[in-house]
């Protein structure tokens, strides 16, 4: 019998995960033994600092510490994976603040008093009338954000997938906690529980497959077999393939990502946030080492799946987009699209395709969550307005929120001088290099209909004129200032002087093996 | 004119500027008791720009090198931009007429009433237009150029869906949906490019001058010339890629629609004269033949279409299909006198259409139609308004004495030179020109009064001070052309030297492909 090896863990090295986790258990507390009326702000203060302080501590991480695997080598500590975690803090505390905004909502914040209460039911009036706010959503989100963190620097399959059912779990329950519309989004919590739980059995299986393959669940040893074979191994290709089906999932990419309009429609606008932002950064970055990592040495087997399934969500993406009514479902599938754009940096499998995809991932983070926090704002008598009819004329009545918004759509169409233009440059400048011209042509084609999509926005609030059942712009909090303020800034600055951050993803840009 | 100025002063970039800062000082005027402090600031502004165009004009040495007050400082060093802007004897002709033209725009419309919105909001977006149509004519970083080509849209999108006519919205996305494919087959060029110059300099470099002397496999080369053509044909705009011109010119205000046919159009062209025919002049060559037969198409075809208007603004943008039309061949011929005759022609065209706008706004302001039947004998009530647009006509359909004559002339000399052919259909475009204005102007401002035109009154002095100088600029370069052509005869030698079509020094029939002629 093998004696049990102590394991030696770096703490400093993995103190943000460790500091958010902890952060999660102490909010389980608060919400047993805080007395009702110091809940919220105890657990804003928890959470809020619990981000913050993870924030500096991956800048002190990456000042100071050696790279290579830690905890026993279940977990990467590369430049990738800290960029990732600090963009993941970054998006998850921009989304915090939108989230904590209880001045939009005459009715208190973006969640349902009791999520227990019968949608429509006595209780749930006598609920709303005693103004009663939950507070459960916090430690679920530092348990998420925790999940997140794992997710992106897992050095084997397994850590992998349970730093995607740490992730997973909270947000099934964040989805379909809505205030308004409450059984829109309880339907869109209980179908993204039963999709998510198949895509992740399906991750689980590929895995399974994996470690009958490679003999180790470790990604160099699978990186060391997969370099050692001959022949083609109809094995080893299945469990990529079905690695990849669980993260394609994930990421929202065509056909695997059905279950975005409806999730993103009925879960709660700031949630839709952090999905549509720091949960598919994740989720890319996950898919980056795994296809660079592990399974590098099978670029030639997964680059044309991944070149049709770029295209597919590229194209479908946009194009659905311009059939929709609703504002939140139109971003979904304007979400969609720019997942394919991603993929297409993803598929240029090179050290410049990934930089180019980092960059992408923070352009595109930023904006969409500033993109959600102003649809909190915008809003009818009985919620927010997520018809686009109601957005006719908004740009005469509040011209900022207007311009704020244009900016962002702007980004998204790839406009010049926003973030949007630079990131789409980088990833079609990288596909080019690698050979992917075809893919950069449907990318420009898809790029042109999706401009067409925004345009048709900006012009719906500047030129069209309002009518009765037209929105009004509620006057939010200060966080939900900053919050947009943030996404709306970077967005600019980013457009025109991405030096710097182009510097940074260029050095950060090399996965450790 | 060869005083050179002192270089400490970055000319090229403060002329951008100056409308830049003029447009952000109009956005603070914005209570309506400051309307006419505004107008003034914007007229200071674009008269202020017009001066710094002259002082450059004055300091420019037509001999000297190709591109002169050069100013560069890095952008983006890992992509290899530079803000860089420096001025060609093509570019700095374009300056003068942007700078003529928006000055005459915000004086001519003085006291037009701005149908929605604010008129610190319109002279704003004018001006923003301004600074990034002169960005764009002076960039000398292919990077900067597209940034602001693609970026110029959006002043020219709002002036339509903001201060347009009825169907401005529909107007405004026609053409901003055709600019943005262009903008995007341009961006496919551009990442073309720099994965090229990567590969050749072993940096990527968006400097124009550097990229010239880039050679490129002759598959590559033609790909990277198409996503470059189709931004630039649509921008100015050749046949069969016009449809968005005539409803973005019926929508908008005179006063855009000067600057989007006079100014935003010769963009298009200008593009291909710095950047298809020095970067990529074999493809240029390669291509040439079917240039010159959609040009050929857009002349005939745009003048035909202009006869069967029945709407002026309408009338007028066909006619500047027509028009382009003769400016693309004269860029695609490859004779030195064509080109000279382009570039001319552009000035000239830009005059004459900004003032045929502008006046026929007058008009339409009183009257309220820009319908031409709704019109006739205007002559009998305000006879200097119908002296004003017969010089107008007469130069657009190149009357000999006015600009429009020495452009039209010089480019078919130069197709004839190249091809019979070619200069024999290219002529019948100067008869319907005739038809089309001489038409209009019978219809409109000769014959019986109709109903309603009664009211028609009498251009003030003001109106008349604004529009004049077009007048004066129109004769001045129909008797001295030598004044605009010693700017841009070198500059067209050294883009003609760089294409290997040769020169034509004897005219065949069919002769369109370069290469084996004489």
């Not at chain 1, 973006?110 to 706010?133: I, K, Y």
């Not at chain 1, 990604?219 to 393939?241: C, D, K, Q």
């Not at chain 1, 770029?310 to 659905?320: E, N, Q």
């Not at chain 2, 046919?261 to 004269?273: A, P």
């Amino acid at each position: 019998m093998t004696p049990i090896s102590v394991v030696d863990i770096d703490y400093v090295a993995l103190a943000p995960v460790i500091i958010v986790l902890v952060a999660a258990v102490i909010g389980v507390l608060l919400e047993a033994f805080l007395p009702e009326a110091a809940r919220r702000s105890g657990q804003l203060l928890l959470t809020g600092s619990a981000v913050a302080l993870a924030f500096l501590t991956v800048l002190i991480v990456a000042a100071s510490r050696p790279f290579g695997p830690i905890a026993g080598g279940s977990l990467m500590l590369d430049g990738p994976g800290l960029f990732l975690q600090g963009l993941i803090l970054l998006t998850s505390g921009t989304a915090i603040l939108i989230m904590a905004d209880r001045r939009v909502d005459p009715g208190g914040d973006a969640f349902a008093g009791r999520v227990s209460t019968l949608p429509g039911g006595e209780e749930e009036r006598e609920v709303s009338r005693r103004g009663l706010m939950q507070t459960e959503v916090w430690p679920l989100m530092l348990f998420c954000i925790g999940g997140l963190l794992l997710f992106v620097t897992s050095n084997d399959l397994l850590t992998l997938f349970i730093a995607l059912e740490i992730l997973s779990l909270p947000l099934y329950l964040l989805v379909g906690m809505a205030r308004r519309r409450r059984l829109l989004s309880q339907e869109a919590a209980l179908k993204y529980f039963l999709m998510g739980a198949l895509a992740s059995a399906i991750l689980l299986f590929g895995s399974a497959l994996a470690y009958a393959y490679a003999g180790t669940i470790e990604f160099a040893g699978i990186a060391e077999r997969i370099s050692e074979r001959t022949t083609a191994n109809t094995l080893v290709i299945a469990a990529v393939a079905l690695i990849l089906v669980g993260l394609l999932f994930k990421i929202g990419a065509v056909p695997f990502g059905q279950w975005v309009p409806d999730v993103y429609q009925g879960a709660p606008t700031p949630v839709t946030g952090f999905m549509a932002a720091a949960v598919k950064v994740a989720a890319v970055g996950a898919l980056l080492r795994v296809l660079y990592v592990p399974f590098g040495g099978m670029r030639w087997e997964w680059e044309p799946v991944l070149w049709i399934v770029a295209s597919l969500t590229m194209l479908i993406g946009s194009l659905v987009a311009l059939a929709q009514s609703d504002i939140k479902r139109m971003l979904a599938y304007s979400s969609i699209a720019n997942a394919g754009f991603i993929l297409i940096g993803v598929a240029a499998a090179d050290q410049v395709g990934l930089s180019s995809v980092l960059f992408y991932l923070l352009a595109y983070s930023v904006a969409t969550l500033a993109a959600f926090g102003i649809v909190t704002m915008v809003r009818v008598p009985t919620g927010e307005a997520t018809s686009l009819e109601q957005w006719a004329g908004i740009g005469r009545r509040s011209p900022l929120l207007a311009t704020a918004f244009s900016l962002i759509l702007l980004s998204f169409a790839g406009i010049p001088l926003t973030a949007g233009f630079i990131a789409k440059f980088g990833v079609f400048t990288a596909a080019i290099t690698a050979g992917a011209l075809p893919l950069v042509i449907v990318g420009i084609v898809a790029s042109a209909i999706a401009a067409a999509l925004y345009v048709r926005i900006i012009v719906r609030m500047y030129f069209t004129d309002p009518v009765s059942a037209s929105a009004g712009v509620a006057s939010p909090s200060p966080l939900t200032v900053a919050g947009v303020g943030l996404g709306v800034a970077l967005t600019v600055i980013l457009g025109v002087f991405p030096q710097p951050v182009l510097n940074l993803v260029e050095q950060t840009s090399i996965f450790v093996r | 004119m060869a005083a050179s100025l002192p270089t400490a002063i970055p000319w090229t970039v403060l002329i951008v500027l100056v409308p830049l800062i003029g447009a952000v000082a109009v956005t603070f005027l914005r209570a309506p008791a400051q309307q006419r402090a505004a107008r003034w600031t914007a007229f200071g502004a674009s008269l202020l720009a017009l001066l710094l165009a002259v002082i450059l004009a004055i300091g420019f040495t037509p001999a000297g090198p190709g591109v002169q007050y050069l100013v560069s400082s890095p952008w983006l060093p890992a992509l290899g931009v530079s803000l860089s802007f420096g001025v060609t004897g093509i570019s700095l002709v374009m300056v003068l007429l942007t700078t003529v033209l928006a000055a005459t725009v915000i004086a001519a419309e003085w006291r037009m009433p701005v149908p929605r919105g604010t008129t610190q909001g319109y002279l704003a977006l004018l001006l923003s237009l301004e600074a990034l149509v002169l960005g764009v004519f002076l960039a000398r970083d292919l990077f900067v150029f597209y940034v602001l080509f693609e970026a110029m849209l959006l002043p020219v999108y709002f002036l339509i869906g903001r201060f347009g006519g009825s169907r401005r919205g529909f107007a405004a996305v026609k053409f901003l949906v055709y600019s943005l494919v262009g903008g995007l087959a341009m961006l496919a060029a551009l990442i073309g490019l720099f994965v090229e110059s990567k590969a050749a300099f072993g940096r990527p470099t968006f400097d124009m001058t550097a990229l010239a002397d880039m050679t490129m496999s002759t598959p590559t080369e033609r790909l990277i010339w198409w996503g470059f053509f189709l931004a630039f044909a649509i921008k100015a705009p050749l046949v069969p890629l016009h449809t968005w011109l005539p409803d973005a010119a019926a929508e908008s205000t005179p006063g855009t629609a000067t600057m989007l046919i006079g100014v935003l159009d010769k963009v298009g062209v200008f593009g291909m004269l710095v950047i298809l025919l020095p970067l990529l002049p074999n493809a240029s060559v390669f291509y040439a033949p079917m240039v010159v037969v959609l040009a050929l198409i857009g002349i005939l075809y745009g003048a035909v279409l202009a006869i069967g208007q029945g709407d002026m603004k309408r009338l007028f943008a066909y006619t500047s299909v027509s028009h382009f039309g003769f400016i693309v061949l004269g860029v695609f011929v490859f004779t030195g006198i064509a080109m000279n005759g382009a570039i001319f022609y552009m000035v000239a065209h830009g005059l004459s259409t900004a003032g045929l706008f502008l006046v026929a706004g007058y008009l339409m302001s009183q009257r309220g139609s820009a319908s031409i039947s709704a019109y006739g004998g205007v002559s009998q009530r305000a006879p200097l308004l119908a002296g004003l647009f017969l010089v107008m006509a007469l130069s657009t359909l190149a009357l000999p004495g006015l600009a429009g004559f020495i452009g039209e002339f010089l480019v078919l000399l130069g197709a004839f030179q190249r091809s019979v052919v070619v200069g024999v259909i290219a002529t019948t475009g100067i008869v319907l020109a005739a038809i089309y204005m001489l038409w209009l102007v019978q219809r409109v401002m000769v014959g019986p009064l109709q109903p309603g035109v009664d009211r028609v009154r009498e251009v003030t002095v003001w109106q008349a001070a604004a529009v004049g100088p077009l007048v004066a600029l129109l004769l001045l370069l129909g008797f001295f052309p030598q004044t605009v052509l010693s700017l841009v005869e070198p500059a067209a030698q050294t883009t003609l030297a760089g294409v290997p079509a040769g020169t034509a020094a004897t005219p065949s029939l069919f002769g369109l492909t370069g290469g084996e002629q004489p």
